[in-house]
C-alpha cells in the first residue's frame, strides 16, 4: 500500500511560477501560447526542489506516480514541479537557475551543451527510443501521403519534431518544405486538434495515440516499429548544482527509482494515476499504451549513449563543434552507480519479485 500525499493543483501565483511564466512566453516570439503549470508538493522540513516535466503522457508520468505513491515525503523532498512543453525552453530554464532538475527529451539538452553550456549533465534516462507515432485520417494511407498535410506537434524542438524528421526523411520527404507544422502546446492539445479536423496528422506517443486510434483514426506510422535511438526522457541537471547539493539530487534519483519500480510492476496502481492525471480510464486504451512503452522504458534509470550520439550527429550536420561532442561528455552516473553497487536497484526489484 502507498502512502497517498496532498497534491495542490496549481493554486496559489509563487515567484517560480510568475518568472518562468514571463520569461518563456516572452522567448516564444509570439509562436503560440506557452502552457506552464505548476504542482507544488509540499513537505514539511525538507530540501527543497524546483524540478520540471515536458510531456502529459505515461513515459512522463514517474513523478505522478511518486506523488501518489508518497515517495516524495519518504524521502524527504518537497517539490515544485513545473510543465514546459519544450525541451529547448527546459535547458533554458534549467541553465538559468528557475528549476533544478529537468525531465524532458535530450534535444534541447545536447544542443546547449555544443553551444557551450557545458554545465548540463544527464544522470538518467527513462526511456531511450522514441516511440512516437503520426495517426492520420483513414484517407491518409501511407507516409508517401503525408506530403502536404498539417502535422500537429506539441512544440518545435520536442520529441515528436524530431520524429517527424527523421519519418520524412526515411521516406524521401523534406521535413522544412513538405509539410506545414502546427504547434499545438502538449499531446492532448495534439489529439484535441486531430478530432477537431484542424490538423490532418497528429504525433503521437501511448496512450494518446491508442485514444486517437478508439476514435476512427489509423497508424501510417508506427513509430516503436523503427526504434529510432533517441534519448527521449532524461533526468537532467547542473554540474555545479551537483557539487552543491549532492545528497538532495541523490534522494531525488532514489525517488524517481522507486517510482520506475512501480510503473513496471503495479499497474492498476498506475492506471489509477494516469486516469487522474490524463483523464483517461478506458482499460484498452490504456492497455494499449502501457503494452508498448513498458518494454522499452529503462527498469534502472539507465542512460544510452547511442540516442545521445544520434543527436550529436544530426546536430552537427549544422553546427560542426558537435563533432568535438562525444556522449560520455554530456554523461555523470555516479547516481545510477551508486544505487548499483550499493545494492539499492537490487533489494528494490528482489521486494517486487
Known amino acids: 500500500m502507498y502512502q497517498k500525499e496532498k497534491f495542490d493543483d496549481c493554486q496559489g501565483l509563487s515567484m517560480l511560477k510568475a518568472r518562468i511564466a514571463r520569461k518563456f512566453f516572452c522567448s516564444l516570439g509570439g509562436l503560440g ?12 522540513g525538507a530540501e ?11 513515459v512522463y508520468s514517474l513523478p505522478w506516480i511518486a506523488q501518489e505513491a508518497g515517495l516524495f515525503r519518504k524521502y524527504k523532498l518537497d517539490i515544485d514541479h513545473v510543465y514546459i512543453p519544450s525541451s529547448q525552453i527546459a535547458a533554458a530554464a534549467l541553465l538559468g537557475g528557475d528549476v533544478e532538475i529537468a525531465l524532458a527529451g535530450g534535444v534541447g539538452f545536447v544542443r546547449a551543451f555544443v553551444q557551450g553550456a557545458t ?30 498535410k498539417k502535422i500537429g506537434i506539441t512544440r518545435l524542438g520536442s520529441n515528436g519534431h524530431y520524429f517527424m524528421v527523421h519519418v520524412f526523411r526515411r521516406f524521401g520527404l523534406d521535413p522544412l518544405r513538405d509539410a506545414t507544422l502546427i504547434q499545438a502546446g502538449g499531446e492532448p492539445e495534439v489529439l ?6 484542424s490538423i490532418d496528422v497528429g504525433s503521437l506517443t501511448p496512450v494518446a495515440d491508442a485514444a486517437a486510434v478508439s476514435q476512427g483514426f489509423h497508424y501510417v506510422v508506427y513509430g516503436p516499429d523503427l526504434r529510432i535511438p533517441y534519448p527521449s526522457a532524461n533526468i537532467v541537471t547542473r554540474r555545479s548544482l551537483i557539487g552543491k547539493r549532492p545528497e538532495a539530487i ?20 498506475v492506471y489509477k494515476v494516469l486516469g487522474k492525471r490524463l483523464g483517461i480510464t478506458d482499460r484498452k486504451i490504456l492497455d494499449a499504451g502501457h503494452n508498448t512503452e513498458i518494454k522499452i522504458m529503462e527498469q534502472r534509470l539507465d542512460i544510452n549513449p547511442e540516442g545521445i550520439q544520434a543527436v550529436l550527429e544530426d546536430i552537427a550536420k549544422i553546427d560542426p563543434r558537435a563533432k568535438r561532442v562525444g556522449p560520455q561528455d554530456l554523461i555523470d552516473r555516479r547516481y545510477l552507480d551508486e544505487m548499483e553497487k550499493s545494492g539499492f536497484f537490487a533489494r528494490l526489484w528482489t521486494e517486487k519479485q
Open 33 to 44: 501560447v506557452l502552457l506552464v503549470c505548476f504542482f507544488p508538493w509540499k513537505v514539511s
Open 48 to 58: 527543497k526542489l524546483a524540478t520540471l516535466y515536458s510531456s502529459h503522457s505515461m
Open 119 to 148: 554545465d548540463l549533465v544527464f544522470i538518467g534516462s527513462f526511456k531511450n527510443i522514441l516511440t512516437f507515432s503520426f495517426v492520420a485520417k483513414p484517407e491518409i494511407k501511407k507516409p508517401e501521403d503525408l506530403k502536404g
Open 192 to 197: 484535441a486538434a486531430l478530432v477537431r479536423g
Open 250 to 269: 541523490g534522494q531525488f534519483m532514489r525517488v524517481m527509482a522507486e517510482a520506475a519500480n512501480i510503473l513496471h510492476t503495479d499497474r492498476e496502481f
